[in-house]
């Protein structure tokens, strides 16, 4: 396994193992730099930033240096997306916010790469600068988790406002309420303060919604925080049924 000082390169694929073949390889090649592709923002002239590609002599590293022209803020953001998101892939099946299922799914074909029982040793690594992140057969089940949901709609989840993290992407739990299960919610740096004032209360999140096959949701990628009255303060059919009366 390589260390920190073998590393030369902004962005680093390394393969390591005894059953690394040249297919194996190339397919490990080609999932990954479909990540960084996808996971690119276009440029001014509407392509995406090359990357030029170097295997180090003697080693199992193939370093990516930007091509030329391509902003230096841009290369930081690239670096940055593709560190957490495949941190983030790793820990739990959480949608990264830059990740669009192409790049999910490519990410899935290079988890599927690395070893998956105790005669293939295959090791596959994402270095971004001197830290390294690890893409196992976990990977691949929480991108499959991930992209089994059947469609994605926009519309609303409402629940409690739970456990806010930036551990691998900004995101909070939504204990909803409909269906008595946690909701994870991806949102952008924008809506940080709304969360935190919104921290154990009851919430109506809005944006694109995941759902199972079985219609429960799954994921929010969340576009608006609005906070809801509790439940106790909500008025009661005898309430209603007063004004009602009253009216009449």
Not at 6 to 12: R, S, W
Not at 105 to 115: D, E, N, P, T, V
Request: net charge negative.
């Amino acid at each position: 396994m390589a260390k920190p000082e073998d590393i030369d390169a902004p962005m680093t694929l390394e393969i390591d193992g005894t059953a690394v073949s040249p297919e194996k390889f190339i397919r490990a090649l080609t999932a990954f730099f479909d990540v960084v592709r996808e996971v690119s923002p276009t440029l001014d002239d509407g392509t995406r930033p090359e990357w030029t590609i170097q295997v180090k002599q003697g080693s199992n590293l193939v370093g990516a240096y930007p091509g030329k022209g391509v902003p230096s803020f841009m290369v930081d953001h690239i670096l940055a997306v593709l560190g957490e998101g495949v941190a983030q892939i790793e820990k739990d099946a959480v949608e990264p916010e830059a990740f669009t299922d192409k790049a999910l799914a490519s990410l899935r074909k290079l988890g599927q790469i690395s070893g998956r029982s105790g005669g293939d040793d295959t090791l596959i690594r994402v270095w971004v600068g001197k830290h390294h992140q690890r893409i196992t057969q976990r990977s691949v089940a929480n991108v499959t988790q991930i992209l089994e949901a059947t469609y994605v709609e926009h519309g609303s989840v409402t629940g409690r406002l739970q456990t806010i993290t930036e551990r691998g992407g900004l995101k909070f739990l939504v204990d909803e309420e409909l269906w008595g299960r946690q909701v994870r919610c991806n949102m952008p740096d924008r809506l940080v303060p709304d969360a935190l004032k919104a921290f154990r209360k009851r919430v109506e999140v809005y944006g694109p919604v995941r759902y199972r096959r079985d219609g429960v949701p799954f994921s929010v990628f969340v576009k608006e925080i609005e906070v809801m009255p509790e439940k106790g303060d909500l008025p009661t059919i005898e309430d209603v049924y007063g004004i009602l009366r009253s009216v009449d």
